[in-house]
């Protein structure tokens, strides 16, 4: 079994999380769990009670991630001794994909013997590239019959009810469906009483494969995007036609075991 070494410095903990983060995603769903090796490895000068606090911070990112993984905390002082451990802990090749470059720790883990190869980080792909930015919004207290008439003059699937700045919850044309069907009385309810709330969003910056997870977790098939905690745009399942072909399998994995769910998503 062959390993991914992912090596962060500890004085650079948060650039580290974010390499981890790529590789993980970029990795996630290719192999089984245990086909594949995750080597966090932590490189300090000396070792403090921030170290401890990083190292379990790499536990979590391998257990929110589900692949089986360990971390190796280095001090400089030791660098020779503890690439043996990681050679060890490697078990054969060790693909290295580096934060902060550390050539004193990659010489000695070539000097362990282990099989080493440095790699790219991956680039990821943010939302704010696949996103529209026409995004159509109402206030909670429009009625019912209103926003009904208005989703169909502008011939769109959702609502983003927002007021004062502040994104309060959805609406989707089904929402909308719904209550002419099942109200006695639509005419009396408003986008706030029926609307799903709180809203979940998603970030400009964020990486469209940890954005296709959260859709298909929370089996939604639209995402208002936030950007410093204003309304600039919304991301929908069609909009990941225009994804990269590198992404395009596991993100379309994703989104199809969404539209197959037998529980009704919010359209």
């Known amino acids: 079994m062959d390993s991914i070494g992912i090596l962060c410095n500890d004085a650079a903990m948060e650039e580290g999380v974010v390499i981890a983060r790529r590789v993980l995603q970029a990795i996630s769903?290719?192999?089984?769990?245990?086909?594949?090796?995750?080597?966090?490895?932590?490189?300090?000068?000396?070792?403090?009670?921030?170290?401890?606090?990083?190292?379990?911070?790499?536990?979590?990112?391998?257990?929110?991630?589900?692949?089986?993984?360990?971390?190796?905390?280095?001090?400089?002082?030791?660098?020779?001794?503890?690439?043996?451990?990681?050679?060890?802990?490697?078990?054969?090749?060790?693909?290295?994909?580096?934060?902060?470059?550390?050539?004193?720790?990659?010489?000695?883990?070539?000097?362990?013997?282990?099989?080493?190869?440095?790699?790219?980080?991956?680039?990821?792909?943010?939302?704010?590239?696949?996103?529209?930015?026409?995004?159509?919004?109402?206030?909670?207290?429009?009625?019912?019959?209103?926003?009904?008439r208005k989703t169909c003059e502008k011939d769109v699937g959702c609502i983003v009810v927002a007021e004062g700045g502040q994104v309060l919850g959805m609406v989707t044309r089904q929402d909308i469906i719904k209550v002419f069907l099942e109200s006695k009385d639509p005419a009396t309810l408003t986008l706030g009483e029926i609307m799903a709330s709180p809203p979940i969003c998603t970030d400009s910056g964020a990486d469209i494969v940890e954005v296709s997870r959260v859709m298909r977790e929370k089996k939604v098939k639209r995402l208002p995007v936030m950007e410093g905690g204003r309304l600039v745009g919304i991301v929908s399942v069609t909009d990941f036609l225009k994804v990269p072909p590198r992404h395009r399998e596991k993100i379309w994995r994703r989104l199809m075991e969404l539209t197959e769910e037998t529980a009704s998503p919010r359209l």
């Open 29 to 148: 769903g290719k192999f089984a769990y245990g086909e594949m090796r995750v080597v966090f490895i932590l490189y300090s000068l000396k070792s403090t009670p921030q170290t401890a606090e990083n190292v379990y911070r790499m536990e979590e990112l391998g257990r929110r991630y589900k692949v089986q993984s360990k971390v190796e905390a280095v001090e400089a002082e030791r660098i020779e001794e503890e690439a043996e451990g990681i050679a060890k802990a490697a078990r054969g090749l060790l693909t290295v994909f580096v934060s902060s470059a550390e050539t004193e720790l990659i010489e000695a883990l070539r000097k362990s013997g282990l099989r080493l190869e440095i790699s790219e980080v991956p680039t990821p792909v943010m939302v704010s590239s696949l996103m529209s930015r026409n995004v159509f919004t109402l206030p909670p207290g429009t009625s019912v019959p209103e926003a009904a």
